[in-house]
């Protein structure tokens, strides 16, 4: 059984799958198919677009929103997501692609900075990009203190997203606003709005509303 293969994203690390391979319904499958069973993870991915404009400079809201975001990510790695990360403010860039270690994501929230407008359209179409070809649950979670640029581009972008699947959350200190965070994100329920002093806890938070499991028929 050691060379049981699993079938893996190549955007995904190898997991441990071996704790399988005593139960009793992968025996009964391997008796009857005269073959190993492979095992196949569920695919789970979510990318943290984080609003960097000028405005995120006031205060600790930037700081709040780097705390959250690596809270967030603990918090998704133990729920088996891969995380990717996004940064916007005049324009947008993909600072991580998706992974499951938190040591390069700490690094690149350490280096993010307040300037410049809210270009969150140009992320949310990064996003769209860098999920169409993956498999599985899809997620993004915006953090954003304002509104966008341009509000009609960032919802045509957050449409296409729905289009593929993926779900939105978005979540706003005090000076955003509330009827576009609920309008944003694909349901009222998976947005929120924070004082900035809790937008730490309140994006920590919007991790533990993650699906723990890719669909009903494995669940627990």
């Known amino acids: ?59 600790n ?13 603990k918090e998704a790695l133990e729920k088996e997501y891969s995380v990717g990360l996004i940064q916007f403010s005049s324009g947008a860039e993909h600072l991580l692609e998706l992974q499951n270690e938190l040591t390069c994501l ?42 966008p640029d341009d509000k009609k581009a960032t919802f045509e972008a957050a449409n296409e997203l729905r289009m593929q699947g993926v779900e939105i959350m978005a979540i706003g200190t005090d000076d955003a606003n509330k009827e576009f965070l609920e309008e944003l994100a694909n349901r009222k329920d998976l947005s929120l709005k924070v004082l900035r002093d809790e937008l730490e806890r309140g994006i920590i ?15 627990h």
Not at 61 to 73: N, P, R, T, V, Y
């Open 205 to 219: 938070s919007m991790a533990k509303m993650l699906p723990q499991t890719m669909d009903s028929n494995h669940g």
């Open 106 to 147: 700490n690094t690149k929230v350490g280096s993010m900075t307040a300037s410049g407008s809210t270009n969150m359209a140009a992320a949310i179409k990064i996003a769209r990009d860098s999920l169409a070809d993956k498999a599985g649950k899809k997620v993004i979670c915006v953090i954003t203190d304002g509104m």
């Open 1 to 59: 059984m050691d060379k049981e293969k699993s079938i893996l994203n190549s955007t995904n690390r190898k997991r441990d799958l071996t704790r399988y391979q005593d139960k009793q319904w992968v025996k009964k499958l391997e008796a009857a198919s005269g073959k190993p069973v492979i095992m196949r993870r569920s695919f789970k991915n979510v990318y943290l677009l984080v609003d960097c404009s000028g405005s995120m400079a006031e205060g």
């Open 61 to 73: 809201k930037l700081e709040q929103a780097k705390h959250g975001a690596i809270g967030f990510a």
